[in-house]
């Protein structure tokens, strides 16, 4: 699972193991902090980012535009179709207020559409992330 989703201390992401966070995690540091949209995906059998839940609060419920099944094929233009979840998961983060542009995928009666969506970051809490992950997966 990646959760694109908080702003917390460095410190505050060891009790959260890498695992069930989907080795990315929003971190804030000193000097700035980086967060996403509310977004939790969950990888496909391809290896495939796969829209799994929103987040309450985050930008990404708020726009009405996500659906669960849709799947990420590009962030900012980046190719990330099938990409490393270590790979995909900073392209998804930015300072709070900015935006990012996501390309995804949708099946629509059995056809694949192709949608773009642009999203403001912004903090939102790890722990409701973590509820809606562990209730979808029986953790």
């Known amino acids: ?46 290896g495939a980012l796969v829209v799994d839940g929103l987040v309450p609060g985050g930008s990404a419920e708020a726009s009405g535009l996500l659906r669960r099944g849709d799947v990420l094929v590009e ?27 996501l390309g995804l995928t949708r099946n629509v009666d059995g056809e694949q559409q192709r949608i773009k969506i642009e999203l403001d970051r912004r903090p939102t809490q790890i722990k409701t992330a973590l509820a809606l992950y562990e209730g979808r997966s029986g953790k």
């Open 1 to 46: 699972m990646l959760s694109c989703c908080d702003c917390r201390k460095d410190h505050q992401r060891d009790d959260l193991s890498n695992e069930r966070l989907g080795i990315v995690g929003n971190v804030m540091s000193n000097k700035r902090s980086k967060c996403g949209c509310g977004i939790i995906f969950a990888a496909d059998t391809r």
């Open 75 to 101: 962030v900012d233009g980046m190719d990330v179709y099938c990409k490393p979840v270590g790979q995909v998961g900073p392209l998804l983060l930015g300072p709070p207020g900015s935006r990012v542009s």
